[in-house]
C-alpha cells in the first residue's frame, strides 16, 4: 500500500458499487465495527470489487483493516474467528 506524503492513503470516491456486493459490504462494514469497536480504525476496499468489475460467484472481496492500535494475540484470534463465521453465512 502506498502512502501519499501527508501519511493518508488516498481513497477513490464517488465510484458505482455493483448490487451484487453491496449487502455483504453493508454487512462486513457495520459487523467489524460494531463486534471491535476499540479495534477497528478503518476498512478500505480494493480489487476488482472496488474497480467495478468484480463478478458474482467468482472474485473475491479484497480489504484491508486498519487498526487503532496494536491488536492482542486473542483479539487477532477473535478477527478471524469472525471472519470464518462471516464467510460461513449465507450469500446476503
Do not use: C, K
Not at 480489487?47 to 486473542?74: F, H, K, Q, W
Amino acid at each position: 500500500m502506498i502512502l501519499n506524503g501527508d501519511i493518508f492513503i488516498p481513497t477513490v470516491t464517488g465510484f458505482q458499487l455493483q448490487d451484487a456486493f453491496a449487502p455483504v459490504l453493508a454487512a462486513l462494514t457495520t459487523g467489524l465495527p460494531r463486534q471491535f469497536p476499540e479495534l477497528i480504525h478503518s476498512i478500505y476496499l480494493y480489487g476488482s470489487v472496488a474497480r467495478g468489475e468484480a463478478r458474482p460467484g467468482v472474485s473475491d472481496l479484497d480489504i484491508t483493516l486498519l487498526l487503532a492500535r496494536p491488536a492482542a494475540a486473542v483479539e487477532l484470534q477473535h478477527i478471524e474467528q469472525w471472519r470464518q463465521n462471516f464467510q460461513q453465512q449465507p450469500t446476503r
